[in-house]
């Protein structure tokens, strides 16, 4: 029988006294009140991974892998990443859901952030399935100032998180240009403001709604904008390569979406990225997009896509969704 050493206090051998303190210790340190902070670099450019003091130490790995995963994502677009420092910060959600990823947000500023909410328990094979991390990413692919024609914005990340999906391995050739037709679809079925111009819709969009047609309606502006370029540079300019030479030129500035359409044109060459933006701007539902997937190989059957694998505009659709060709 133990006898106390003193009241209240049971005696414990020096070596138990040692576990327990090591035990408490160890705790405590899963338990910080200060987040952990991660650098990945790559081709001398940083990225600061912040996990939330509300994660396990056990889980600092797995989120650690997932980020690197899509910001390699991110990278395979210009080669290197849009920023040469930028940050990912990375908290558990508070309600429990099927979505691994029920909410981020992209922070703008001398020092880009992207926001993730993560489920708690989302797999490292979720994370990687998840479309919302490519989507927030994908913002950073352009020097938006953050307000104004977030149509464009919009647009790009969902256009790009479909094509980072599919370039990065996650989504099957035919699954990404799935996705991209369920979006066109959702968008098309999003008729509460119809007859109302895109501008009018994407500028009161927090709200009054009215997303999946922004959003989609500006998908249309890059992908018919990628494969004009493809065709009347015969595949020697892209979407990928434009952008490559906004981002050599202007990742610090901060410029409105107009500002970026007319800086696109000027650096490539065209007369295309302005003209087509005051026809989306003008809209007044999701713009067109059977001409461009007939074009492409794309048909679909009863909501369902299938690919033609000859032709010139299958070889087209197949460089979009491959890893573009950097040395160009």
């Not at 133990?2 to 009241?7: A, E, F, I, L």
């Not at 959600?93 to 947000?105: E, F, K, N, R, T």
């Not at 409105?256 to 359409?261: D, G």
């Amino acid at each position: 029988m133990r006898t106390p050493d003193r009241v209240g206090h049971v005696f414990l051998p020096a070596w138990r006294r040692l576990l327990c303190l090591l035990l408490l210790l160890q705790s405590m340190a899963s338990l910080s009140d200060e987040p952990v902070r991660k650098l990945l670099v790559r081709d001398g450019r940083t990225l600061e991974v912040i996990i939330g003091v509300d994660f396990d130490t056990s889980e600092h790995e797995r989120l650690t892998d997932w980020v690197a995963y899509i910001s390699d994502a991110l990278a395979n677009v210009f080669g290197h990443w849009p920023r040469h420092q930028w940050e990912i910060a990375i908290t558990p959600a508070a309600a429990a859901g099927d979505d691994p990823i029920p909410w981020a947000q992209i922070h703008r500023n001398t020092v880009d952030r992207v926001d993730f909410f993560i489920a708690p328990r989302a797999s490292l094979e979720q994370l990687k399935h998840a479309w919302t991390g490519y989507h927030e990413l994908a913002h950073l692919l352009i020097p938006y100032q953050g307000w104004g024609d977030s149509w464009f914005s919009e647009g790009l990340a969902s256009y790009y998180q479909n094509l980072m999906q599919a370039r990065n391995g996650v989504l099957s050739e035919e699954e990404a240009w799935q996705s991209i037709y369920d979006g066109f679809s959702r968008g098309r079925a999003d008729t509460e403001f119809d007859g109302q111009s895109l501008e009018q819709v994407s500028n009161t969009m927090r709200v009054n709604g009215g997303y999946m047609r922004v959003y989609w309606s500006g998908a249309w502006y890059f992908l018919t904008i990628d494969v004009l370029l493809r065709r009347q540079s015969e595949k020697s300019i892209s979407l990928d390569t434009a952008l490559q030479k906004l981002n050599n030129c202007c990742a610090d500035d901060s410029l409105s979406a107009i500002e970026i359409a007319r800086k696109l044109d000027e650096l490539n060459g065209v007369a295309l990225f302005g003209t087509l933006f005051n026809q989306a701007r003008q809209s007044t539902r999701v713009p067109g997009f059977e001409s461009i997937f007939t074009y492409l190989g794309i048909n679909v059957i009863e909501g369902k896509v299938q690919l033609d694998t000859s032709g010139p505009g299958a070889a087209l659709r197949q460089q979009i969704t491959y890893l573009p060709n950097l040395s160009e």
